[in-house]
């Protein structure tokens, strides 16, 4: 049992693990109480919660999977007892983790006769499988398989579309949700004064086993803050960008010089661990970023002049002359080097 108290300005704030169990490999079981609350409270929690839970976290999948020689994803191969589209479906039910950005390539690479399960899966250093033992293919013949894959970290789900099939490659129905299910729960009560009518929430998670329900709960939270945070912040001037055009034009102009000075003598070790969070950017600013797979200087670095114009149209002016010292300071450093 787990308990931290939290104290906010309507009092202190308990929350209690009151259950937590592990069903399998793939089912993790978590059952939380948050309470005191004032009475609609438990309601407008549970609701974002639960939203958080199901859409916000991320979660990692099998995305593509390329055979040579396989002419659609309804043949059959000798010596192998499942159909391509059953290796498919088996592929998309793997459970992955990771905390990969972006797209990462893996293989299989498996001689039958025998039977070819997740952990004959070839994958890069950042990613680790939960159970070892899913089941892939049953080869029958002292055959060679070779499969290319393609894993991705992502929310949410994406169902394959129907002319998404190349040279041999193939897109896989992919859910991408860790968190399988989440429900919540009110229980209403009198305290102790017999005044006052209170609230406690209940609040029940399943995950798929890539993290644990008191890790998806963290994650989901964070995401519901880092959702608020722009709220936060004073009320920015909204405006239009042509009208804005002398005051950016310069920070623009310097800002492409220094891009170009960086691009011809770049450093990619020292720029690579220039992450964006570090730069003073506004939230909104930043959240873009991130949603653009910019992680790092050396990330924006390596966008094309057409991204680069894009994403810079996000910027504040002052977000711009924050940034320019920072360049600066690594142009200056390359030549000198």
Not at 53 to 69: D, P
Request: include cysteine.
């Amino acid at each position: 049992m787990a308990r931290e108290k939290i104290t906010v300005s309507t009092g202190t704030l308990h929350w209690t693990c009151v259950e937590s169990r592990v069903d399998s490999k793939r089912l993790y079981y978590g059952r939380y109480i948050l309470s005191p609350l004032r009475k609609g409270q438990a309601d407008t929690i549970g609701i974002a919660m639960r939203r958080a839970l199901l859409g916000e976290i991320e979660g990692t999948c099998i995305t593509r999977a390329k055979w040579k020689k396989i002419s659609h994803e309804y043949s059959i191969k000798i010596g192998i007892q499942e159909s391509i589209d059953e290796i498919l479906m088996n592929l998309s039910e793997i459970v992955l983790r990771s905390n990969l950005y972006g797209i990462r390539g893996a293989s299989i690479c498996f001689q039958g006769p025998g039977s070819l399960t997740a952990q004959n899966i070839i994958l890069p250093p950042c990613v680790e499988i939960v159970d070892h033992t899913q089941h892939i293919a049953n080869l029958t013949e002292p055959i060679n398989l070779f499969i290319e894959l393609q894993i991705e970290r992502n929310r949410g789900y994406h169902i394959k579309g129907p002319n998404n099939f190349q040279d041999g490659s193939y897109p896989i129905d992919a859910v991408f949700m860790p968190v399988r299910n989440a429900n919540y729960s009110i229980h209403s009560y009198t305290n102790t004064n017999g005044h006052e009518n209170q609230e406690m929430l209940f609040l029940e998670i399943w995950t798929n086993g890539s993290l644990t329900p008191k890790e998806a709960l963290y994650e989901a939270s964070q995401k519901l803050i880092d959702l608020f945070i722009p709220f936060l912040h004073g009320e920015e001037e909204n405006l239009n960008f042509e009208n804005n055009k002398k005051k950016v034009t310069l920070p623009l102009f310097r800002f492409h010089n220094i891009l170009a000075n960086l691009r011809k003598n770049k450093k990619e070790i020292i720029l690579k661990y220039v992450f964006i969070d570090q730069s003073g950017f506004s939230p909104g600013t930043y959240n873009y970023l991130k949603r653009s797979n910019i992680h790092t200087v050396l990330d924006l670095l390596n966008k094309n002049k057409e991204d680069l114009m894009r994403i810079i149209e996000h910027f504040r002016a002052d977000e711009i002359n924050h940034l320019l010292p920072i360049l600066e300071t690594f142009s200056f450093r390359s030549l000198m080097e």
